[in-house]
Structure formats: C-alpha cells, structure tokens
C-alpha cells in the first residue's frame, strides 16, 4: 500500500460566489491579483461563475468551488467538498497582508 503525506501548508483561499458578489457589487472587496487578471483580460465573470487562466486553458470556478492561488501567480480550482475535506480553517499568520481588511502590501 502507498503512503501519502500532506504537508502542512497555509493557503489564502476564496469562494468563488465571494468573489462574484464582489466583482458585481464590491469591486475594490476583491484580491487586487483577480482585479488585475480581469483588467488585462485573463478573466470572465457569468452567472456560471468565473472563467480563470489555468495551465494554458480556461477553467470555471463553479460558485461553490474555491479559487486558491499560490506565491508563484498560478491558480487551482477545488471543489468545495473536496476543499472542506483537505483543508481546516487557521488564524492569519502574522506577515501575511489581509486584502479584506485593506492593508497595505508590505
């Protein structure tokens, strides 16, 4: 039997249906890297949900799902029962800047 291990890792991550509030009603509420991909064209917004840039092809973030991007600028798209299952809440670690709470980038 093969043995798996899932280091432990701290992600910033969003619900899709977050971030579509957001883009319709809150503009300046959303990660300022979603704001800047939409502006250069990288990104679309329906009623499906939001069409992101993934490995040179073009991915729907469905509402449910969350958007998780990483250090590097790439992005994964997971199920939110998957999510749910795979990752636990954590407080903020203490270098990390909080988009939501309008700090500024250090």
């Known amino acids: ?7 432990p890792q701290i992600v ?6 977050g ?7 809150n503009w300046y509420s959303m990660p300022e890297w979603i704001r800047d991909l939409y502006e250069n ?10 069409h992101l840039p993934i490995g040179g092809k073009t991915v729907i973030a469905k509402p ?9 600028g790439r992005i994964q798209v997971i ?9 636990k809440p954590c407080p ?11 700090e500024e980038k250090p």
């Not at 064209?41 to 939001?50: Q, R």
């Open 92 to 102: 903020k670690p203490p270098n990390v800047r909080d988009h939501r709470a309008g």
């Open 41 to 50: 064209g990288g990104v679309v917004f329906t009623d499906e949900g939001i």
């Open 1 to 7: 039997m093969p043995f798996f291990q899932i280091n």
């Open 64 to 72: 449910d799902d969350f958007i998780v991007p990483s250090q590097d």
């Open 79 to 87: 199920g939110r029962e998957l999510f749910l299952s795979i990752c």
């Open 19 to 25: 971030i579509m509030v957001d883009a319709k009603y």
């Open 12 to 17: 910033e991550a969003f619900q899709c249906r």
